[in-house]
């Protein structure tokens, strides 16, 4: 179980420097120490986008999770962060958003503000850190 707070680093890393191969390096680091199962989903945050597609929240309910008081301790897992954004886009019906927007509060809670910074940018489609798909190929 890799912690998001290792992917958030890297990714600062990554995002810090202009030079191809401290990006490259940097990401084939952290690649080789996610689990065989956390690779599809590290290769996608990486790259500023999530495996789910559209999960049904838009950009008001992720700045209101956004603003959910930070956690103290980095226990959010790369899984974990998945699983819960799977649900949300699994989410339907009657309620639905507000169902989603309460998910997603309780998502944001349990994580640092490193991680709310990270997983903001990258569910309003702006994260941006130069890690393209070349990049990506490079780097596994």
């Known amino acids: ?19 191809r191969k401290v990006k490259v390096r940097e990401l084939s680091s952290l690649l080789r120490t996610l689990a065989p199962d956390e690779i599809d989903t590290g290769v996608h945050y990486l790259s500023g986008e999530i495996p789910q ?5 838009g ?3 992720v700045r209101a999770a ?30 639905s958003a507000a169902r ?16 709310q910074q990270f997983l903001l940018r990258l569910l309003i489609g702006e994260l941006r850190q130069g890690a393209l798909a070349g990049i990506m190929i490079e780097g596994a």
């Open 100 to 115: 989603r927007a309460e998910m997603l509060k309780e998502l944001f809670s349990r994580a640092t503000a490193d991680e």
């Open 59 to 61: 950009y008001s309910a």
């Open 1 to 19: 179980m890799t912690l998001l707070a290792e992917l958030v680093r890297a990714s600062q890393r990554v995002g810090a420097s202009a030079a």
């Open 53 to 57: 597609g559209k999960i049904g929240v």
């Open 66 to 95: 956004a603003s959910a008081p930070a956690a103290d301790a980095e226990t959010l897992s790369i899984a974990a962060v998945d699983q819960r954004l799977t649900e949300l886009a699994a989410v339907r019906g009657s309620g």
